[in-house]
């Protein structure tokens, strides 16, 4: 075992088994881990008592409107893509009491819920997934007001996991937000499964990861092994399911309000608000107001909402986007063109979870290709 | 002697970029014309002899609709002009016209213009222009009375 | 308390962005049949500094909240006053409020009327219905500093006689100030002496020196839209022209996405735009 303190930016090896420690380390510290595990036939984010409950062995077959979990021929412990929920479950979670009041007799008074949030550790988060984070990142923290409770739950160990399967749907190569992530995290693990050996390098990305690594035996990865953890990455780079060509995205989607193909989407999409539930970026809350029978007591509640509704956008009257269709361009446009001009960043990561979950199966990456094909303004501008 | 109505013609928006020539012809079809406070201009049915330009005042065009009264359909005020049944048979005004307030005008005479009109149909086109440009500014914002855009549910 | 026009950064964390404040009703004036201001102060005393064409959330007990625009002079802060019709159960409780009854409020949110960028310059403002409330508070500013502009004019045009907001403050104002109003609507009966027609078709005739002029424009969307073809037809240009947009909103404060228009977000990018920034998506069906 070492016994130089770890740095950031070291690269570590730490046998598979040992990530049971890690577990250990963190709940010792008082973190809640959180991350992937199996239920109801799907990979979902849920409490982990050990190493044991993650999906080990498991892997998942994606496809437009498919999702099939299929048993591995070996024991790896990240060998699937990604499940239907984000982190954001965790970081926003969908229902949260804001506040309640009481009526008195000179009017009301408002008692704010602040039960604290405990210190996560997210494990298994995968890179397009850390990026999808500090996109929203930009928008609750990044602007003249800070929501607070978002930026507690935030501060949870990061525990990445470099991708070395590609899911049916994915496309983060497209989109430079995957395979592989260089930076935001605490530890980034990339596993290594071969015939003989079963094993993770790790990459040391913040100081109290570098405390934490340390209690763990570990041993300074060698040349063939980081090799070997790039080469993972760079596999997996190449089995993408899906591509989006984001060349000049922004204005193309700008000068194409009028196009047909949005009728086309419309005819198809059920406004069933799947792909915002899923999507790691979608951020649309409500806020309901509530009262008991007698009217004394009343709460304010927060909510995850969807711009598929109708609700979503009813001014005195009726909806401003009462069509199927005004409501898909609203969704695609924003994720891929308002979003830009909005946090200076593309909404999308190219997780694909829009695509898998849709149950009739729209492709945005497609959808954007059926745009781009009768665009008939120059091509190759920037951005 | 009598003062000539041309300066006002030739000035007038109404009729800006009319060649020199039409506005003497016009001007000889024009006359000043004055209707004090409830001044009925015209009414529905009656011969349709005039347009006229209101140079200053409001003149409110008017429907009598049964067991409602008196409606106000639409104003015309200041530099504004008023009605178009001079131009098509039978001629004849299909609303109430009456002043709101003192009201100074030019009037046209409808028979003399469509005479010259018909004579020089350069001349007839520049008024049949200068016309239908009012009537469908008019109509726009018919409509948008019609959509009742201040009402409970707009 | 006289309020700044300067742009306020401040790192404020929620949840106290989502708690109202108590503020307590004085009294409940309506307006026409179906129009009310609710006129109120703050219960901890500390004055709302406001700019005209903030907005405020209004929240009844148990009820639910609803974005309302400020219709109050800024100035006779801590009292403000909201002016609002009813069109829903929150506007619809808040119509049955009392004296003495308690109302939250979260705010003031939103772009102003950018008064200090019509200095010197002719002042056009476009009314249209309950449009005219959110345009209130400037009028008020503009009185208040009139030697810092030149014409000042309003246009108001609502959907008849009956439903005129604040006639004896626009008399008043007629009377004793420097400042031409004309009134029109859309359906009279005879006994109404004034004009009778949309108000855009007022601008033609307005007196203003379009070169040298910056116009507010408040109203019913389509009313707006047929506004700024006059403006433009007149030479006013879209860099001086403001419009108030209107947005379905949730949160007030950028976070919940309903109040999106286009790349916008009308709780912090507006309500009041510069017709310049919306041009490109103004008037497009389902924004």
Not at chain 1, 99 to 106: F, H, I, L, P, Q
Not at chain 1, 312 to 338: C, D, N, P
């Amino acid at each position: 075992m070492v016994t130089t303190p770890l740095q950031v930016k070291d690269t570590v090896g730490i046998e598979a088994p040992h990530l049971e420690r890690l577990f250990q380390a963190l709940t010792e510290q008082g973190y809640e881990v959180i991350g992937p595990t199996i239920r109801d036939g799907a990979v979902i984010v849920g409490r982990l008592t050990s190493v044991q409950d993650l999906p080990i062995g498991w892997t998942d077959e994606q496809d437009a409107g498919k999702y099939r979990l299929k048993r591995r021929e070996d024991q790896a412990y990240f060998g699937y893509s990604l499940g239907p929920q984000s982190w954001k479950r965790i970081l926003e979670p969908p229902i949260q009491e804001l506040w309640s009041a009481e009526r008195g007799a000179k009017g009301f008074s408002l008692i704010p819920e602040r039960s604290p949030s405990p210190s996560y550790a997210l494990i298994g988060v995968r890179p397009c997934e850390l990026r999808a984070m500090e996109i929203q990142d930009k928008i609750f923290l990044g602007g003249d007001l800070i929501d607070s409770d978002y930026k507690s739950r935030r501060d949870a160990f990061v525990v990445v996991v470099n991708c070395s399967q590609a899911g049916g749907t994915c496309f983060c190569a497209s989109m430079g937000t995957g395979p592989a992530a260089t930076s935001g995290f605490d530890l980034a693990l990339t596993e290594i499964f071969n015939a003989d050996k079963h094993y993770f390098v790790v990459d040391v990305g913040s100081v109290r990861g570098a405390e934490l690594l340390s209690k763990l035996a570990h041993w300074p990865a060698t040349a063939v092994e980081k090799e070997a953890a790039h080469q993972v990455v760079a596999e997996t780079a190449r089995h993408m399911g899906r591509t989006l060509n984001t060349a000049g995205l922004k204005n193309l989607l700008y000068r194409s309000y009028d196009h047909p193909r949005w009728d086309n989407v419309a005819a198809r999409c059920l406004s069933c608000t799947n792909c915002t539930m899923v999507c790691p970026t979608c951020f649309c809350t409500t806020v309901k107001d509530a009262t008991d029978l007698e009217g004394r007591k009343a709460e304010r509640w927060k909510e995850w909402d969807s711009c598929f509704t109708t609700e979503f956008s009813y001014i005195h009257g009726g909806s401003v986007r009462a069509t199927v269709k005004s409501r898909y361009r609203q969704w695609l446009m924003h994720k891929l063109a308002t979003w830009n001009d909005q946090f200076d960043a593309l909404g999308c990561v190219g997780c694909g979870r829009c695509i898998t979950w849709c149950p009739v199966g729209i492709d945005l990456t497609e959808e954007v290709r059926a745009i781009r094909g009768t665009d008939s303004t120059a091509r190759g501008e920037t951005p | 002697m009598i003062q000539t109505l041309e300066p006002i013609i030739r000035e007038h928006p109404f009729f800006h970029g009319l060649d020199e020539q039409y506005i003497s012809l016009i001007a000889e079809c024009a006359t000043n014309v004055r209707f004090e406070e409830d001044a009925v201009l015209f009414r529905q049915s009656d011969p349709a002899d005039h347009f006229y330009l209101v140079r200053e005042g409001l003149v409110a065009v008017e429907l009598m609709i049964p067991h409602r009264g008196y409606t106000t359909i639409f104003t015309a005020g200041n530099g504004e002009v008023l009605g178009w049944s001079w131009l098509f048979p039978p001629y004849r005004w299909h609303f109430d016209a009456r002043a709101l307030h003192l009201t100074r005008a030019l009037a046209f005479d409808g028979k003399c213009l469509r005479t010259k009109c018909e004579e020089d149909h350069d001349l007839g086109y520049e008024m049949f222009r200068r016309f239908t440009q009012m009537m469908t500014t008019r109509l726009e914002s018919t409509s948008l009375q019609l959509m009742d855009l201040y009402g409970a549910n707009a | 308390m006289a309020p700044t026009l300067e742009h306020q950064v401040t790192e404020t964390l929620s949840p106290q962005l989502m708690l109202p404040d108590l503020y307590r009703i004085q009294r409940l004036k309506m307006e026409t049949g179906d129009t009310f201001t609710l006129e109120m102060i703050p219960d901890n005393g500390v004055s709302l500094s406001f700019l005209p064409g903030q907005f405020n959330m209004l929240y009844v007990f148990g009820v639910g909240e609803v974005p309302i625009s400020i219709s109050s002079d800024p100035s006779a802060s801590p009292v403000i006053q909201h002016t609002t019709r009813v069109v829903g159960t929150v506007t619809k409780a808040m119509g049955t409020l009392k004296a003495g009854d308690a109302i939250g409020i979260r705010g003031p949110f939103g772009t102003h009327w950018p008064v200090e960028r019509a200095k010197d310059r002719d002042v056009l403002i476009v009314a249209g219905g309950i449009g005219l409330a959110p345009l209130r508070p400037a009028l008020f500013w503009l009185m208040s500093h009139r030697e810092q502009y030149r014409k000042i004019v309003l246009l108001y045009g609502t959907r008849s006689p009956d439903d005129i907001l604040y006639r004896h403050e626009l008399e008043h104002w007629r009377g004793k100030f420097d400042l031409e109003i004309q009134v029109t609507v859309d359906r009279a009966a005879s006994t109404w002496r004034g004009n009778v027609g949309v108000v855009s078709t007022m601008i033609p005739r307005a007196p203003f020196d379009s070169s040298n002029t910056t116009a507010f424009v408040c109203g019913p969307e389509v009313m707006m839209l047929f506004t700024v073809m006059e403006l433009r037809k007149r030479g006013v240009t879209s860099a001086h022209t403001y419009l108030s947009m209107e947005r379905n909103m949730k949160c007030g404060i950028g976070w919940c996405g309903h109040c999106q228009f286009g790349p916008t977000f009308v709780c912090k990018n507006g309500p009041v735009f510069c017709l310049e920034q919306i041009e490109p998506i103004l008037g497009k069906a389902e924004i």
